[in-house]
């Protein structure tokens, strides 16, 4: 197994990029050429989780890019759609325990809002030595995250961070290909008032017992208030909803779906965040965003497809300060 990686960070950098910008390219053409209803086509299950046509028709460009790729260097992909568990050495017949790099991939995360044409989705990617089975996304040195706009939208954001040296991003003109050079700056706010802060509940299942820790988190929070205090945003897509913490545009998001299945006694279901859907949040905490899992130690989630994950993201450590114990109590006390 490789411990180190054997090039230059920016051999990595250059190649990832070249392959975020091909799909996101070749996937805004795509849009603006089809019906929203042929986009909308249930394609196949997939672990449970339901794949629409859009994404299977990214899928098969990057598996192809993949394999140029992994002609330089050999690595594993980590994807939906891709084997049995969701590693697929490459080249094809490479041992994994040989190859250099695991790359983790979500091609479209947020496929639900950007195929009815209503909101950008994010190409998320992350690349980590190779530990096998064994390595987490703590072990992530190389973060990518791209936006993938809707057809009504010319700009779109392109972010990445090497783990230790600082985020980067750009503002991406899809109509002149004008590159410009852009700063994130996440909320420096040390109370959720009069800010946006969420709690992830997009699907019916678990939603129940989310609102009423909800509930009782802002009463406690907030006490009584004739007026809304805080607002409520839920984008249906991780990668997005890190965006906004690392825009200053969200203060606090709490994804709790893997807790309220469990005290609810329902099994384990794909409708919750995985790793690769929260594989670039090095990018938010080389920005100074707070993000642990739901027992508030650092994100150790495997390198898979079917892990469930649980996270709270605070836009800067006043705010973690302030209201992580709160959290912990109302999940754990």
Not at 89 to 104: D, K, Q
Not at 182 to 198: C, Y
Not at 315 to 329: F, I, P, Q, V
Request: charged share 20%; aromatic share 8%; glycine share 6%.
């Amino acid at each position: 197994m490789s411990l180190l990686l054997s090039r230059e960070m920016s051999f990595y950098q250059n190649r990832l990029r070249q392959m975020h910008l091909r799909l996101r390219d070749y996937l805004y053409r795509h849009l603006r050429s089809q019906n929203p209803a042929a986009l909308a086509q249930v394609s196949h299950e997939v672990g449970g989780d339901t794949q629409y046509a859009v994404d299977a028709h990214i899928e098969t460009l990057l598996i192809d890019l993949c394999r140029e790729w992994a002609q330089e260097s050999p690595f594993v992909l980590i994807a939906e759609g891709i084997g049995d568990d969701g590693w697929y050495p490459l080249p094809e017949g490479t041992p994994a325990r040989e190859v250099e790099f695991l790359l983790i991939v979500d091609p479209i995360d947020g496929t639900r809002p950007l195929m009815y044409d209503k909101r950008s989705a994010w190409l998320l990617s992350a690349i980590a030595p190779n530990f096998g089975h064994e390595t987490t996304l703590e072990h992530v040195l190389l973060a990518m995250q791209t936006e993938l706009p809707t057809t009504r939208q010319h700009l779109a954001h392109h972010l990445w961070a090497v783990r230790g040296k600082g985020a980067h991003a750009e503002l991406h003109n899809m109509l002149t290909g004008e590159i410009q050079p852009t700063v994130l700056a996440p909320s420096r706010a040390e109370t959720l008032e009069h800010g946006f802060a969420s709690f992830v509940k997009l699907f019916p299942e678990g939603k129940l017992k989310i609102a009423e820790l909800e509930s009782e988190f802002w009463a406690r929070a907030l006490g009584e208030s004739v007026n809304p205090l805080v607002f409520e945003d839920q984008y249906a897509s991780t990668g997005g909803q890190l965006f906004e913490l690392m825009s200053g545009r969200d203060r606090l998001i709490a994804d709790l779906r893997p807790w309220a299945f469990a005290r609810m006694g329902l099994p384990v279901s794909p409708l919750t965040c995985h790793p690769y859907d929260i594989c670039t949040a090095l990018i938010a905490q080389e920005l100074g965003v707070q993000i642990t899992d739901l027992q508030g130690e650092p994100l150790r989630a495997p390198m898979d497809i079917r892990a469930s994950v649980g996270w709270i993201g605070y836009a800067n450590a006043a705010l973690r300060r302030k209201y992580e114990s709160l959290l912990m109590e109302l999940l754990w006390g």
